[in-house]
């Protein structure tokens, strides 16, 4: 009796590490929690993480080509010599929804700049993505991505279902920061003053 007690002491307590260890898992990657969630929200929302890379750290000038949704076509190094922001996103993501204006206001604001910004809608077709674009005003244009094309060029920076990621270009065309999540306007604002600063 008294073994068999013992025995179903060590099973509980090796159940309750087992899941206390899962768990310390999977609370420090919250992409990989929202994969595993089974909600069927459609869109794995970043948790907001910045990554800000040294100018000595940045690698290679990313490479893509792709079409805009007005039909003309845009290359990576169309934005050479000038800083530009990448946001992906697509009409039903709520993040994308809730960082649209303010996305529209920094284009606004760093216009003059020089700054461009450019969507990657990798989901929509044209009258869904237009009609996106309507309601929250926005007055820079996007790729239309639905084959992958410039989300697969762009893997190393953007997990392919993390929506909205939001990258910032330094005029090398080098990945000088990244977003994963909605890019809050104020975090953005400084991550583009800051690669406008050097050199």
């Given amino acids: 009796m008294t073994s068999l007690m013992s025995r179903r002491a060590l099973f509980a307590a090796g159940g309750a590490a087992l899941t206390m260890a899962l768990a310390a898992c999977t609370s420090e990657d919250p992409l990989a929690k929202q994969a595993n969630a089974g909600d069927n929200k459609n869109y794995i929302a970043g948790d907001g993480t910045v990554h800000?890379?040294?100018?000595?750290?940045r690698k290679d000038p990313v490479a893509f080509n792709g079409t805009l949704f007005d039909g003309s076509t845009v290359d990576a190094k169309d934005y050479l010599g000038n800083v530009a922001?990448?946001?992906?996103?697509?009409?039903?993501?709520?993040?994308?929804?809730?960082?649209?204006?303010?996305?529209?206001?920094?284009?606004?604001?760093f216009k003059a700049d020089g700054v461009?910004?450019?969507g990657v809608n990798v989901r929509d077709e044209k009258a869904?993505?237009?009609a996106f674009e309507r309601t929250f005003e926005l007055s820079y244009p996007s790729v239309v991505d639905k084959?992958?094309?410039v989300l697969l060029a762009m893997t190393k920076f953007v997990p392919p279902s993390s929506v909205p990621t939001?990258?910032?270009?330094?005029?090398?065309g080098r990945v000088s920061a990244r977003i994963m999540g909605v890019a809050e306007k104020g975090t953005l604002k400084a991550l583009i003053t800051s690669v406008l600063a050097e050199s």
Avoid: H
Avoid at 52 to 57: G, K, Q, V, W, Y
Avoid at 166 to 172: F, G, I, W, Y
């Fill in 85 to 109: 922001v990448l946001n992906f996103w697509y009409a039903a993501c709520a993040p994308c929804r809730i960082e649209a204006p303010d996305l529209q206001a920094l284009y606004t604001d």
């Fill in 128 to 130: 869904t993505a237009e």
């Fill in 116 to 118: 461009e910004f450019l």
């Fill in 166 to 172: 939001t990258l910032v270009l330094d005029k090398q």
């Fill in 52 to 57: 800000e890379f040294a100018s000595t750290e």
């Fill in 147 to 149: 084959d992958g094309g």
